[in-house]
T-cell receptor, first 109, second 115 residues
Framework: GQNIDQPTEMTATEGAIVQINCTYQTSGFNGLFWYQQHAGEAPTFLSYNVLDGLEEKGRFSSFLSRSKGYSYLLLKELQMKDSASYLCAVKDSNYQLIWGAGTKLIIKP | ETGVTQTPRHLVMGMTNKKSLKCEQHLGHNAMYWYKQSAKKPLELMFVYSLEERVENNSVPSRFSPECPNSSHLFLHLHTLQPEDSALYLC??????????????FGAGSRLTVL
């Protein structure tokens, strides 16, 4: 079966750095997405990786290793507004999106 | 505002009621989706419409009935639901369902409670 694993919950301190991991086992691979979802709001797109390596977008970076079936989302200089759930999703060989259950990130002052 | 608007935001219904969820997108996208989001579970894809034609129906019970009258509007008709159907129902749109990099734009969801 197809599966995406990510931690259920993480806690970090304002101003610090946090890394949210995502591992996947899918039938084929056509890209990996990260979305952010604040409580009661729509999930919003953060990043897309299809090639190995690091993609940086301001305070957020996303890394992909296809050989290891592994990605991480790195958040730097954490702010209170970064408290949210972070969803990892992979497109398989049929372009179906396989979703993880999400990681709830709690930022403490 | 994401460009995808869902109404109502909250809905409470009894098991014998009939209600509908509405989704409207103002992004010029060709594909629209219904997802179910339950606490601590992955998003579950329910239906996909591409150019107003249903292209996917993921073994969803018949008490959920989608309707896509045009490429900007999507409905989910609800009838004789069960308490386990209580969840957040998310609508999304994209430029097309099958390309690799197409990004989903979500609405804020309709929180459904079935009593």
């Amino acid at each position: 079966g197809q599966n995406i694993d990510q931690p259920t919950e993480m806690t970090a301190t304002e101003g610090a750095i946090v890394q949210i991991n995502c591992t996947y086992q899918t039938s084929g691979f056509n890209g990996l997405f990260w979305y952010q979802q604040h409580a009661g709001e729509a999930p919003t797109f953060l990043s897309y990786n299809v090639l190995d390596g690091l993609e940086e977008k301001g305070r957020f970076s996303s890394f992909l290793s296809r050989s290891k079936g592994y990605s991480y989302l790195l958040l730097k200089e954490l702010q209170m507004k970064d408290s949210a759930s972070y969803l990892c999703a992979v497109k398989d060989s049929n372009y179906q999106l396989i979703w993880g259950a999400g990681t709830k990130l709690i930022i403490k002052p | 505002e994401t460009g995808v608007t869902q109404t109502p935001r909250h809905l409470v219904m009894g098991m014998t009621n009939k209600k509908s969820l509405k989704c409207e997108q103002h992004l010029g996208h060709n594909a629209m989706y219904w997802y179910k989001q339950s606490a601590k579970k992955p998003l579950e894809l329910m239906f996909v419409y591409s150019l107003e034609e249903r292209v996917e129906n993921n073994s969803v019970p018949s008490r959920f009935s989608p309707e896509c009258p045009n490429s900007s509007h999507l409905f989910l008709h609800l009838h004789t639901l069960q308490p386990e159907d209580s969840a957040l129902y998310l609508c999304a749109s994209s430029t097309g369902p099958s390309s690799g990099a197409n990004v989903l734009t979500f609405g804020a969801g309709s929180r459904l409670t079935v009593l």
